[in-house]
């Protein structure tokens, strides 16, 4: 792109605005629509008034400054914090294009500490997301400076936005004293799955804040002051308390093992191991769907084992792995806890304790949670180079037409219990009283992902549940050479099966998430239908489209599917 043509004049909500045209995110949403986060300003604007004053925390170009000098009216204060060079030119220039005097910019970075500090030089002139720039990134940078909020110690603040990409506890913790002192309603970004609930614990305990979820943000106030009304009608996340008084919960309970088979003699191993591994193997129950020939005697071994409950059917009857799931749970009798895991599954030693002290860190946070993430390889069980990650599902890899896949990222193992955009079929531990209440649709034969992982993960977070990755491995699975092992007869014969239901049970499973109307599921489904929305549907407690904001993925639904039930919101 021509020098010439990187800044450019555009009309917006705020007024005439320098946008920078390669910034594909907050500018490029400027540019197409006029605004950016209208959400997030109808939020925040009734908790602000004329002569207030108010910090914005990695201001970018200025669409929330600008905003946010509206609000305040000329007797009140913006000080708007932007660390990059261009972007704070572009951010002082737009300012001064809309005579906002009211607006003070800042060239600093803000953390926890005053000193020197290196700032990310992008490439301007090649489309990025330069918003999206933290100062840990390995890229070109330039010396530059940090403060603290406690060291600009405001007079008085109203509200304190925070979006830094990263840095936002350590900006909270450089302002403790002004956040003491002033008591401001708190919104910052914390979608970083590092330190997601080390924020939460944070903001509660130590400043003393009443935190509510606000799709990837979080709004807050002082817990000594009135809920407001603009927060009324969204999910409180506060922490109850501190993580401290959890770590000698019990471990007592009965464990179901849901094992959905389809011709992998690995299942054997996967028995035996879990067992063996096992802290107290005698509360562990075990229900296996074997889905193979009837002549393999490839399996008998199961049958010796008193804790092993086996729901055998012939391969041709098979119906996809959601079939075989639901045929698995039904197995469970007295469990107070629930397993899912793959029929290539190895386990670390205690993993049964490892696993409900995991489940009694997250019901900290919500007492309605379930742990689901990605094991790690079974190859990399011994390695110390894998050992210290974890797969947390914290994104989205595809939104498509036929069909959309939530997906993982490996992250540094949490200090505390990470909430997840979705779950893992691999690994899905929950009360055993919560999957009786939430069972398996039965009738979703050979659904892919979205069928089941998406579906179900979207059922849970719908009736107030969350989704948690935990801080330790308890198990691990084979991501390899699981497929490799079912003969090639098997699989012409389940190909043969399996022809035509993928899509007849994607129109039915977009219905239920909302990505299409009903007119448009399979005929097969039409006697069935009212049954499956009433046990299998989204829940109440929290909106279907609340969630596709939390997943960030709301805007790019309307552009896939043309009758997505919130296409107009």
């Known amino acids: ?103 003070w910019p800042y060239r600093l970075a803000v953390g926890d500490q005053q000193g020197k500090v290196d700032i990310p030089v992008p490439n301007y002139f090649r489309p990025n997301n330069f918003g999206g720039y933290s100062l840990s990134f390995d890229t070109f940078k330039e010396q530059g400076d940090i403060t603290t909020i406690d060291a600009i110690a405001p007079d008085q603040c109203r509200l ?84 401290k008084t959890t770590k000698k919960i019990g471990s007592s309970g009965k464990i179901f093992v849901s094992i959905a088979c389809f011709c992998d003699p690995d299942v054997v191993h996967t028995v035996n191991d879990c067992l063996d591994k096992a802290g107290s193997p005698a509360r562990v129950e075990i229900g296996v769907c074997l889905q193979a020939k009837p002549n393999d005697n490839s399996y008998d071994a199961l049958n010796d084992i008193a804790q092993v409950t086996v729901d055998r059917i012939d391969v041709t009857e098979a119906r996809g792995p959601i079939y075989a799931r639901a045929r698995c749970e039904a197995l469970m009798t007295d469990a107070d806890y ?34 689901s993430h990605y094991p790690i390889n079974i190859k990399n069980m011994t390695s110390s180079d894998h050992l210290d ?107 043969a099966n399996r022809l035509g239901w993928p899509e007849a049970t994607w129109s039915k499973v977009k219905y239920l998430l909302g990505l299409d109307d009903i007119e448009q599921v399979d005929p097969i489904y039409g006697d069935s239908l009212d049954d499956s929305i009433a046990r299998f549907g989204v829940g109440g407690e929290r909106s279907l489209k609340s969630y596709y904001e939390f997943a960030g993925i709301h805007d790019k639904l309307k552009l896939v599917f043309p009758n997505y039930r919130y296409a107009d919101d």
């Open 389 to 495: 990650r974890i797969g947390h599902v914290n994104r989205y890899r595809y939104i498509e037409a036929d069909s959309i896949k939530s997906h993982g990222s490996l992250i540094k193992l949490p200090e505390m219990p990470t909430t997840s955009l979705g779950i893992s079929a691999a690994m899905l531990f929950m009360r055993a009283e919560d999957r009786k209440r939430f069972p398996y649709d039965s009738q979703l034969d050979f659904g892919l992902h979205a069928a089941e992982q998406v579906l179900y993960a979207v059922r849970l977070w719908t009736h107030g549940f969350d989704i948690f990755c935990p801080t330790q491995h308890a198990l691990a699975t084979d991501y390899e050479g699981s497929r490799d092992r079912i003969p090639d007869e098997i699989k012409r014969i389940s190909n």
């Open 160 to 243: 304190m936005k925070i979006d830094v990409e990263g840095m936002e506890l350590l900006v909270l913790k450089g302002a403790v004293e002004t956040i003491a002192r002033t008591r401001p309603f708190l919104y910052f970004e914390y979608n970083r799955p590092e330190f997601k609930e080390e924020i939460l614990r944070f903001s509660a305990d130590e400043l003393h804040y009443r935190l509510y979820r606000h799709g990837q943000n979080v709004v807050g106030h002082h817990v000594d002051e009135a809920v407001p009304k603009a927060v009324s009608n969204l999910l409180e996340i506060t922490p109850k308390t501190t993580l």
């Open 1 to 103: 792109m021509e020098a010439d043509n990187l800044v450019k004049l555009h009309e917006t909500v705020n007024g005439p605005m320098y946008l920078l045209e390669t910034n594909t995110v907050i500018c490029e949403s400027l540019r197409r629509t006029g605004d950016y986060a209208p959400d997030e300003k109808a939020l925040l604007g009734p908790l602000i008034s004329n002569g207030d004053t108010i910090l914005d925390v990695g201001a970018n170009v200025g669409n929330h400054t600008l905003f946010f000098s509206q609000c305040v009216g000329h007797e009140g204060r913006v000080l708007s914090f932007e660390p990059q060079r261009f972007l704070f030119q572009i951010l002082c220039a737009n300012a001064l294009l809309g005579r906002y005097q009211n607006v």
């Open 338 to 371: 629930f397993l899912q895991i793959d029929c290539h599954s190895r386990f670390f030693s205690g993993w049964d304790e490892i696993l409900i002290q995991e489940f009694g860190k997250a019901l900290e946070f919500n007492d309605n949670a379930v742990l």
